[in-house]
């Protein structure tokens, strides 16, 4: 699958890793719908891309708008391609932190419905487009890349939910690549590392080199582009299916 026409939907399209997917996508001759919340700055990218991007309002948690959004990216672009799943959230505390205060479930709960089930309604109204393509190269029909995070294999205290469902997400992976063989659609997943995204908004300069002094090589935070380039990468290697890719520079969280 290459860059040049292909029709990508990205959730969490407006910002960090979502949007330097479709900077990357709009860059490369392909078409991106953008996939965000109404307050996100989702209308503003696609004006500034033009009309090979479009923004469409969702909250993936929320079943009738994730196939509402889905269904209106696929009539607008006539096809999906792609589907790279960027949102999320990433609360964080303590099970029961040292006042003795227990983490509120309803956040477990919400962080689970965003991260893991919405990822998978998505997906699977993204793929009932995909299965209508004609097959490409060696059969394909689409790709499908979800964001996990290195917090699924070795996640910190305070990461429960956070780590909880993007555990998920990497268990997922192999599941869904065996579902959709049938259709000629590979499915991926990438676990970022430590990534320079609207989610360390909060984070001071001291606290951004302490994170950029984990890393292995290179010693800095990783970019959107970075995991741009990943997803074009899995994009044009169909070899690559039902795994795995950290991008981390080798970082190992004790």
Sequence with gaps: MEVKDTVALVTGGASGLGEGVVRMIAG????????????????AIARELGDDTAFFEVDVSEGQQVERAVDAAAERFGRLDLLVNCAGVCPAGRTL????????????????????IGLYDVVRHGVRHMA???????????LVVNTASIAGIEGQSGQTAYAASKGGIIALTLPLARDLAIWGIRVMAIAPGIMDTPMLAGFDEHQREAMAALQLFPKRLGRPEDFARLVRSLMENRMLNGGLVRLDAATRIA
Aim: zero cysteines; proline letters at 4%; hydrophobic letters at 30%.
């Design 132 to 142: 209508r393509n004609e097959p490409g190269e060696d059969g394909e029909r689409g």
């Design 28 to 43: 490369g001759g392909g078409r991106a719908a953008i996939l965000d919340l109404a307050d996100s700055r989702g209308v």
């Design 97 to 116: 932190d040292r006042r003795g205060e227990m983490f509120p479930l309803e956040t477990f709960r919400r962080t689970i419905e965003i991260n893991l």
